[in-house]
Nanobody, 124 residues
């Protein structure tokens, strides 16, 4: 079992930066792929970025490539998402997730564990 708790969301202007963090507890955290997803009002949850269990490989949605960076620290049981050059279309609830399967799967249904989410709002 893995428990995930996100933090770091907020209200910022377009062009600003935010850093989201996810603290994990439970067994075998380091063996799970980790990811960030987001859900805007009225839209389905979508993949943002994922990272392999060892942290050596990352996978990004085209919409955030070059602006967002995912990282993890297995010693501290954390995974982070650095978001730069934020745009209004980045607005949504951001969720941390963990999977025992492929970290390259963008489908939320294939991910095993979820945090409660943190709100990110980017004003124009």
């Amino acid at each position: 079992q893995v428990q995930l708790v996100e933090s770091g969301g907020g209200l910022v202007q377009a062009g600003a930066s935010l850093r989201l963090s996810c603290a994990a507890s439970g067994r075998a955290f380091s063996s799970y792929g980790k990811g960030w997803f987001r859900q805007a009002p009225g839209k389905e949850r979508e993949f943002v970025a994922t990272i392999s269990w060892g942290g050596g490989s990352q996978y990004y949605a085209d919409s955030v490539k070059g602006r967002f960076t995912i990282s993890r620290d297995n010693a501290k049981n954390t995974v982070s998402l650095q978001m730069n050059s934020l745009k209004p279309e980045d607005t949504g609830v951001y969720y941390c997730a963990a999977t025992s399967g492929s970290y390259r799967s963008p489908a939320p249904a294939t991910w095993d564990y979820w945090g409660q989410g943190t709100q990110v709002t980017v004003s124009s």
